[in-house]
């Protein structure tokens, strides 16, 4: 168990519809990161939160959308969805902001795997 | 911008065989460097680290040595096994507290 917990685990639905990803970064760290795997694209970052304000964007859709609660857990929503969409989704967090001394290590969630029909 | 590329797979090696995997970066400044490991459902978990130069990572086995000249960090382990076979990702980042960029992935393969 890495502490970071992402639910749910397994998602299907189908185009058009809208969901929403949920992930519990591991106590004590403060970013939160959305990355997307699929088989054509590898690992693509989407977006970063720290502390409740987004701090970086990758290659996030405008049709995808997250955020940093108060508590510091994180839901990406993805709407209008796409045949496409149908990947791995990972939260990963770390401790650090930027400027933080040290190299920026990583935890990861074991994934949310959306299927869209 | 920054980017890394690792060889692509898959490794097929017999257990106790040589392991090598290639990743180059290109990125500005100096980049910290990672290796993660995906075994089969999980999520990736890191493998190993080098922050600066000539730093060498190790766990596991594993080996990774951050050659600036070259812009290479390598992946290497003496003898696989079995229990080794997962996908493999290069990664690095830019500065502290941002994000991991990754390379592709290398499916590493070990048969008895």
């Known amino acids: 168990d890495s502490g970071v917990t992402q639910t749910p685990k397994h998602l299907i639905t189908a185009t058009g519809q809208r969901v929403t990803l949920r992930c519990s970064p591991r106590?004590?760290?403060?970013?939160v990161y959305w990355y997307q795997q699929s088989l054509d694209q590898g690992l693509q970052f989407l977006i970063q939160?720290?502390?409740?304000?987004?701090?970086a964007k990758g290659n996030i859709l405008e049709r995808f959308s997250a955020q940093q609660f108060p508590d510091l857990h994180s839901e990406l929503n993805l709407s209008s969805l796409e045949l496409g969409d149908s990947a791995l989704y990972f939260c990963?967090?770390?401790?650090?902001?930027?400027?933080?001394?040290?190299?920026?290590?990583?935890?990861f969630g074991a994934g949310s795997r959306l299927t869209v029909l | 911008g920054n980017s890394v590329t690792q060889m692509e797979g898959p490794v097929t090696l017999s257990e106790e065989a040589f392991l090598t995997i290639n990743c180059t970066y290109t990125?500005?400044?100096?980049?910290?460097l990672f290796w993660y490991v995906q075994y089969p459902g999980e999520g990736l978990q890191l493998l190993l680290k080098?922050?600066?130069?000539?730093d060498k990572g190790s766990n596991k086995g594993f080996e990774a040595t951050y050659r600036k000249e070259t812009t290479s960090f390598h992946l290497e382990k003496g003898s696989v096994q079995v229990s080794d076979s997962a996908v493999y990702f290069c990664?690095?980042?830019?500065?502290?507290?941002?994000?991991?960029?990754f390379g592709k992935g290398t499916t590493l393969s070990v048969s008895s």
């Open positions: 990963a967090s770390s401790v650090a902001g930027q400027g933080s001394p040290g190299a920026n290590v990583l935890t």
């Open positions: 106590s004590g760290d403060l970013s």
């Open positions: 939160y720290y502390n409740g304000e987004e701090r």
């Open positions: 990125a500005t400044g100096y980049p910290s």
């Open positions: 080098a922050t600066k130069a000539d």
């Open positions: 990664a690095l980042s830019n500065q502290a507290g941002t994000a991991l960029i």
